[in-house]
């Protein structure tokens, strides 16, 4: 029998709540994806149709919380009639409210962020580009009302709004303050001056400003190749420690044919990175794959 799209919702529903409630009491680790099936009341196989692993089901629960939490926000009665502070903070309080009865589980989540954040980022959420597209549609109404400067960057700072959101709620979970007050004031205080930045266009100044810095370093390090190339070195380094992939075609073909130079008697393989003086002050025919440290 095939079940339709509210059963499966209805499904998805009960899988996330029986996730939070066993992860909570048990620990991420301490809970299997059979445990969290059997909960549900669905078969042990049944549940991996719905998500493939204990991280995507955490994805789905912040998932789950901000789409509820914009519907929230957009419903709330007179919310086309606010500024765009009071906008940003009605959205963010928004958040907040949803997460409050799973706080425990919450801080289970950032502490699993901390540890392995690839396996946290390697699906992006639907719901983040639904806050982007509604913080930008906040901007696009703040600046047809004429209270703040024309905003170039309206996607970017929907983006930025999911970053800054991250920060909220790791400082609320480490608020002890009488109801969160702290976390209150933080919020009304960062979004007022976000919003008297933008008033002032003084946000579109700051990227004009970065960006003809940046575009005058870059010319300045290509006339001065060692700036250049001292930049290129430590992005270099920085990638020093990812694992080689295979060498490519032109590499092996030039170690493997004969040098143009007279012939001379075939050397050891090298123990060590340390290069004899004799070697270091004869350039290398080839280029050598560099060994990772």
Not at 174 to 188: I, W
Request: proline share 6%.
């Amino acid at each position: 029998m095939k079940t339709t799209r509210q059963q499966q919702d209805a499904t998805r529903r009960q899988i996330v709540a029986s996730a939070v409630d066993l992860m909570t009491r048990q620990g991420f680790d301490g809970t299997t994806m059979k445990d969290i099936a059997r909960a549900a009341g669905i078969g042990d196989a049944t549940i991996y149709k719905y998500f493939p692993t204990k991280d995507r089901i955490v994805l789905g629960y912040l998932d789950d919380v901000a789409h509820q939490a914009l519907a929230d926000t957009l419903q709330t009665p007179g919310f086309a009639g606010y500024q765009l502070q009071e906008k940003l903070q009605r959205l963010t309080d928004a958040v907040l409210e949803r997460l409050l009865a799973d706080r425990e589980f919450v801080a289970q989540v950032r502490t699993l962020a901390r540890r392995s954040p690839l396996s946290m980022l390697a699906e992006p959420l639907a719901a983040r580009q639904s806050l982007r597209e509604a913080v930008a549609s906040f901007l696009e109404a703040a600046e047809a009302s004429g209270e703040i400067e024309p905003c170039d960057f309206k996607g970017l700072a929907g983006g930025l709004y999911t970053d800054y959101l991250a920060g909220v709620v790791t400082y609320w979970l480490a608020d002890t303050s009488d109801e969160f007050a702290d976390t209150t004031q933080l919020v009304d205080l960062s979004l007022g001056v976000l919003v008297q930045a933008l008033r002032g266009g003084l946000v579109n100044r700051v990227l004009q400003l970065g960006g003809f810095v940046l575009r005058s370093q870059m010319a300045r390090m290509v006339q001065h190749s060692s700036g250049l190339m001292g930049m290129l070195q430590l992005a270099k380094q920085a990638m020093a420690s990812a694992p080689p992939g295979p060498a490519p075609a032109y590499k092996a073909a030039a170690e493997t044919s004969p040098s143009p130079e007279p012939a001379t008697p075939p050397r050891a393989p090298r123990k060590s990175r340390a290069a004899s003086p004799a070697t270091a002050a004869k350039p290398a025919a080839t280029p050598r794959k560099r060994k990772s440290a």
